[in-house]
């Protein structure tokens, strides 16, 4: 019933940029708060970028500048433009709906240098 499905993930060369989207149903997207988190091999999950129902945003230190967090909520949408991407980012990155905390089945990122 609530589903959240992220594509947009795949393998780019150091510098390069991807544009990952999330889109939902089964829940009222435009009230839900929104995030992107990853998970590196072996490591734990990480939060890199929260977005509210009306557009305030937040990202972690380490993709500050390069990540921008946004949402369409005519489309039930949310989107991850990731620019200048380094080695560093390669994880599974994950939707997450805030309200019920509900999970995306996430995306591979690979950034080789």
């Known amino acids: 019933q609530v589903q959240l499905v992220e594509s947009g993930g795949g393998l780019v060369q150091a510098g390069g940029s991807l544009r990952l989207s999330c889109a939902a149903s089964?829940?009222?997207?435009?009230?839900?708060?929104m995030g992107w988190y990853r998970q590196a091999p072996g490591k734990q999950r990480e939060f890199v970028a929260t977005?509210?129902?009306?557009?305030?945003?937040n990202y972690a230190d380490s993709v500050k500048g390069r990540f921008t967090i946004s949402r369409d909520n005519a489309k039930n949408t949310v989107y991850q433009q990731m620019n200048s991407l380094k080695p560093e980012d390669t994880a599974v990155y994950s939707c997450?709906?805030?309200?019920?905390?509900?999970w995306g089945q996430g995306t591979q990122v690979t950034v080789s240098s």
């Open positions: 089964g829940i009222i997207f435009s009230l839900n708060s």
């Open positions: 997450r709906g805030m309200i019920g905390d509900y």
């Open positions: 977005i509210t129902g009306r557009g305030s945003t």
